[in-house]
């Protein structure tokens, strides 16, 4: 059984801070390109902040200085640092899982709200 538990999601003012957390089970995590995705309402489902097994960070354009991806393979946890929030950071947050080609694994968590508001 693969379990992605994603956490840490809330309401926050815009500027604040929010870490986002994901404990995955059943997989080899070190194995795993682990990977942050949101999707708002009524919006695609868009990639966020990525990690390779090797802990190369990458990240999309609009939250580039802001948020840190980062992964504790002892632990078998990603953790998304989101810094300076944006009303437009509001989405549901997912923890994402990758092996790709061959084995094309592919894995999600339940998802966490995260809303930006005053």
């Known amino acids: 059984q693969v379990q992605l538990v994603e956490s840490g999601g809330g309401l926050v003012q815009p500027g604040g801070s929010l870490r986002l957390s994901c404990a995955a089970s059943?997989?080899?995590?070190?194995?795993?390109?682990m990977a942050w995705y949101r999707q708002a309402p009524g919006k695609q489902r868009e990639l966020v902040a990525g990690?390779?097994?090797?802990?190369?960070?990458n990240y999309a354009d609009s939250v580039k200085g802001r948020f840190t991806i980062s992964r504790d393979n002892a632990k078998n946890t990603v953790l998304l640092q989101m810094n300076s929030l944006k009303p437009e950071d509001t989405a549901v947050y997912y923890c994402?899982?990758?092996?790709?080609?061959?084995?094309?694994?592919?894995?999600w968590g339940q998802g966490t709200q995260v809303t930006v508001s005053s």
């Open positions: 990690i390779t097994t090797g802990g190369r960070p």
């Open positions: 059943g997989i080899i995590f070190s194995l795993y390109t």
């Open positions: 994402n899982a990758n092996r790709g080609y061959p084995y094309s694994a592919n894995y």
